[in-house]
Structure formats: structure tokens, C-alpha cells
């Protein structure tokens, strides 16, 4: 099960989570706000408005190249006065899309209304995956 914990953690880690966030941070955002780079709205979805520039800008970035550069993973990966990374103040809007991606490939259909025993170990596989780069220890 996701956590705070696990998702921050796999952020202070994992370089390609940290691109990947931003991209769902940025896609959270209005189309207005993805052309603008800014946050205009308080609804609580995609960049602070002290990131959007910078977070749009990383993200597309990140979609045109594959990946980001050492600078731009420090950028994100900066903490704050009580020790906490700019990237990993997202961690619940993180989950939430994780579930939401999770549910919406439960909903999906499948054939004579039977579970797919593919799918489900394919899924579990990926969350063990996801589990094993979770506690790995750091050198």
C-alpha cells in the first residue's frame, strides 16, 4: 500500500519518479494554467504557484527528452527549514493519482465478465517493483 512515506521516499531516490511527478503535477493543472506556466486557481490540484513556471518548464522538458538534468533534480529535491524536499510537499496529490490510476485498471473491462489472473500477477509484480525500489537501502 502507498504511503507518504514510500512515495516520498521513492522521490528522494529515484530520479525518474521525480521527472514522472511532475508530469502528473503539471497534467493536474488547467489547460489555462499549462499555457500560462502559472497557477491561477486554488484548487488545490498541480503546482504552488511559486513552482509553476519552473514545474511546467521541467515537464515539458522531461516529455521532450526523457529525462532531467542533475541541477533540475536538486531544484526539486532542495529542502525546506523543517527538512522536507520541494517535490515531496506533492506527496498527497501523488496519491491520489496513484489510486486513481489503480481503480480506473480495476474498473477496466474484462473479457466473460472473468478476472484476468495476467493482470492481477502483472500488477502485483509492478507494486512489488515499486515495494523493492521503496526500501532499498541508499549507498
Not at 17 to 45: F, I, M
Not at 98 to 121: C, F, G, T, W, Y
Not at 124 to 137: A, G, I
Amino acid at each position: 500500500m502507498l504511503t507518504k512515506e514510500a512515495i516520498v521516499k521513492l522521490l528522494e531516490d529515484d530520479d525518474r519518479a521525480v521527472a514522472r511527478a511532475l508530469v502528473v503535477l503539471n497534467d493536474r493543472q488547467t489547460q489555462d494554467e499549462q499555457s500560462q506556466e502559472t497557477t491561477k486557481y486554488q484548487n488545490g490540484r498541480g503546482f504552488r504557484p511559486a513552482h509553476a513556471r519552473m514545474g511546467t518548464s521541467m515537464a515539458q522538458f522531461f516529455k521532450a527528452r526523457g529525462y532531467l538534468t542533475p541541477k533540475q533534480l536538486a531544484y526539486w529535491r532542495a529542502r525546506d527549514k523543517k527538512g522536507n524536499m520541494r517535490i515531496g510537499i506533492y506527496w498527497a496529490q501523488l496519491l491520489e493519482e496513484a489510486q486513481l490510476k489503480a481503480a480506473r485498471k480495476a474498473e477496466m473491462p474484462v473479457e466473460n465478465d472473468s478476472k484476468d489472473p495476467k493482470k492481477i500477477d502483472d500488477a502485483q509484480s509492478e507494486l512489488d517493483q515499486f515495494m523493492t525500489r521503496v526500501r532499498k537501502p541508499t549507498t
